[in-house]
T-cell receptor, first 114, second 119 residues
Framework: ETGVTQSPTHLIKTRGQQVTLRCSSQSGHNTVSWYQQALGQGPQFIFQYYREEENGRGNFPPRFSGLQFPNYSSELNVNALELDDSALYLC?????????????FGPGTRLTVL | AQTVTQSQPEMSVQEAETVTLSCTYDTSENNYYLFWYKQPPSRQMILVIRQEAYKQQNATENRFSVNFQKAAKSFSLKISDSQLGDTAMYFCAFMKPANSGGGADGLTFGKGTHLIIQP
């Protein structure tokens, strides 16, 4: 069984740039959720994708957007980067909402915005 | 909106001791799920244990067990016979069912407790 993978591991960008982070879900999982974890804090929910559509969203502005592909992998896109976007971005996969709620996390992407 | 509070920023115990991490939450939901996740310094979040609110029996997973008090909205984690590899950040998390309306809310996490196991 393949676990959740994320790429890249680390990323450095400058303010105003755009970034794309990638996630491959665990084998058999079709739901992907994204979280932002600032230093010393618990993760905060950004959004969830199920069947290639956004299934729920946390308190994040529209410049945070995502995609899910037919193979259930997902992308997180952040436009107009701000310094406060510096964080660890975690992807988690799970079975379809309503059937199984346990989310399994990837290793994360560390984004630094200068 | 749900909130999760972990009142112990850091705890330190000796190897082989038993330690209990506290978690309280606030919700108006009757049915929900509670989780404890572990995040070692390597940073990958690992599921420790999960509890469904409709189950009265406390969940256990080997050395890990919970004390779930629904009326008090309390969900503590007990680690028995602690080991050096238990050193990590521990996060308590809440999730309401996806079919409770309004789409998925994802997991709501507390700020975490840094657990240090001393040799």
């Amino acid at each position: 069984e393949t676990g959740v993978t994320q790429s890249p591991t680390h990323l450095i960008k400058t303010r105003g740039q755009q970034v794309t982070l990638r996630c491959s879900s665990q084998s058999g999982h079709n739901t992907v959720s994204w979280y932002q974890q600032a230093l010393g804090q618990g993760p905060q929910f950004i959004f969830q994708y199920y069947r290639e559509e956004e299934n729920g969203r946390g308190n994040f502005p529209p410049r945070f957007s995502g995609l899910q592909f037919p193979n259930y992998s997902s992308e997180l896109n952040v436009n107009a980067l701000e310094l406060d976007d510096s964080a660890l971005y975690l992807c988690a996969s799970s079975l379809a909402p309503g059937r199984q709620h346990t989310q399994y996390f990837g290793p994360g992407t560390r984004l630094t915005v200068l | 909106a749900q909130t999760v509070t972990q009142s112990q920023p850091e705890m330190s115990v000796q190897e082989a001791e038993t330690v209990t991490l506290s978690c309280t939450y606030d919700t108006s939901e009757n049915n929900y799920y509670l989780f404890w996740y572990k995040q070692p310094p390597s940073r990958q979040m690992i599921l420790v244990i999960r509890q469904e609110a409709y189950k009265q029996q406390n969940a256990t997973e080997n050395r890990f067990s919970v004390n779930f008090q629904k009326a008090a909205k309390s969900f503590s984690l007990k680690i028995s016979d602690s080991q050096l590899g238990d050193t990590a950040m521990y996060f308590c998390a809440f999730m309401k069912p996806a079919n409770s309306g309004g789409g998925a809310d994802g997991l709501t996490f507390g700020k975490g407790t840094h657990l240090i196991i001393q040799p």
